[in-house]
């Protein structure tokens, strides 16, 4: 998301007692007073600060008490543990700035508390690719476990240095792919190649993984903004062939977020505002190539954090929808709050999705846990 209102978004949203308090919890490590606890004995100190509840909206910390730090991010699965990777955000820039250090991971065993695992891709390590060293923007990291090759793929947004990015220097988008052996790498770099059929390449995407094995690529295409997917490779690194425009899919539609619950897919999303949030977008198919049916914005409710309701998402923008094993029809919606002056500082809000007739609803709740969904 790039557009010039992003700036006077964020300002206002500072200015918010919720957001100074955010802003301090950043940079003491107040755990007590912005996140729910488990009892313990006196003087077990990680046990006393393990998280019980998620906080959607609030201050969420790691293991060391540390704000978390993996922003347009997505979670995996693998062995019975959760992983989730984001883009690592540096300290002091601004999003006008060059602000990603690369790509970080946690690792989790309740979704609730997270060890980090460290940058598992860096644009400043010894040696690193110029594409990487030079890149402008690395963002929206996902990564996948690929049965075939038997190997962890990171797919991110990668702009070029600003000075080859055309007249805006987001004029056109690559998609970096990089390989693991394990999922907290490290990451080696395979490549780039530019999504969507278009010579610019494509900007905010998702990665979906089918029932069948088959990996898709879907993206806004660059620059007319219609929403496209192309099926990757058999290796899962380079695009298999041309892009397909998703018919159905709102022009403009950014932030896609994709899941499959039976033989329906569904397409979490948000509309282009630059960093500013808007209404959440959410669409519905028997396939993944569509033809999608609109079914407008399922989010209910308000963010007592920042009084922002359904018409901005919360305050938020979608990002990645999870799946939580073990239990039954289990899904949970997450979500970035963007922070442009003060990226580091961007939040999160995870919250569960519920189905009406089918119909997924995601209604805002101050805080809870997985025990709202049923075990299998």
């Not at 729910?36 to 006196?42: C, D, E, S």
């Not at 080696?188 to 390449?201: A, C, D, K, M, V």
């Not at 029932?211 to 690194?237: F, N, T, W």
């Not at 979490?268 to 079914?295: E, M």
Request: net charge neutral; proline share 7%.
């Amino acid at each position: 998301m790039h557009s010039p209102m992003r700036f006077s978004f964020a300002l206002r949203l500072s200015s918010l007692p919720w957001r100074r308090t955010w802003a301090a919890a950043v940079r003491t490590g107040a755990l007590a007073a912005v996140l729910v606890f488990g009892a313990a004995g006196v003087g077990a100190e990680t046990a006393a600060r393990r998280n019980v509840q998620f906080q959607p909206g609030q201050p969420w910390l790691d293991a060391q008490g540390t704000h978390l730090n993996a922003h347009g991010f997505c979670l995996l699965d693998f062995g019975g543990r959760h992983y989730w990777y984001g883009a690592h955000k540096i300290p002091g820039k601004t999003e006008s700035e060059k602000n990603e250090a690369g790509v970080r991971c946690y690792v989790s065993d309740d979704l609730l508390n997270w060890q980090d695992a460290g940058l598992v891709l860096s644009v400043f390590a010894p040696g690193a690719h110029p594409d990487l060293a030079d890149a402008s923007i690395l963002d929206r990291p996902k990564v996948i476990f690929h049965a075939a090759t038997r190997k962890f793929i990171l797919y991110f947004k990668l702009y070029p240095p600003k000075s080859q990015g055309g007249k805006t220097g987001t004029d056109y988008a690559y998609v970096g792919v990089a390989t693991a052996t394990q999922p907290t790498g490290p990451f080696h770099y395979e490549g780039r190649f530019l999504g969507g059929n278009s010579p610019f390449g494509t900007g905010d995407f998702a990665i979906f993984s089918d029932s069948d094995g088959a990996v898709y690529h879907i993206a806004v295409r660059k620059p007319d903004k219609a929403q496209v997917c192309g099926r990757m490779s058999e290796d899962g690194l380079r695009p298999a062939g041309d892009s397909v425009e998703l018919a159905g899919i709102t022009r403009a539609t950014e932030g896609p977020a994709l899941f499959r619950r039976g033989n329906k897919v569904y397409f979490l999303a948000s509309g282009s505002s630059g960093w500013a949030p808007n209404a959440a977008r959410l669409f519905v198919a028997d396939q993944v190539t569509g033809p999608y049916r609109d079914l407008g914005n399922p989010c209910r409710g308000v963010n007592p954090h920042n009084q922002l309701g359904p018409e901005k998402t919360f305050g938020g923008q979608s990002t990645f929808v999870y799946p939580v094993a073990g239990r039954r029809d289990a899904w949970i919606a997450m979500f970035d709050i963007n922070v442009p002056q003060n990226p580091v500082t961007s939040g999160y809000i995870w919250l569960p999705i519920e189905f009406e007739d089918d119909q997924p609803v995601i209604r805002w709740r101050d805080a809870w846990d997985v025990s709202v969904f049923p075990r299998e």
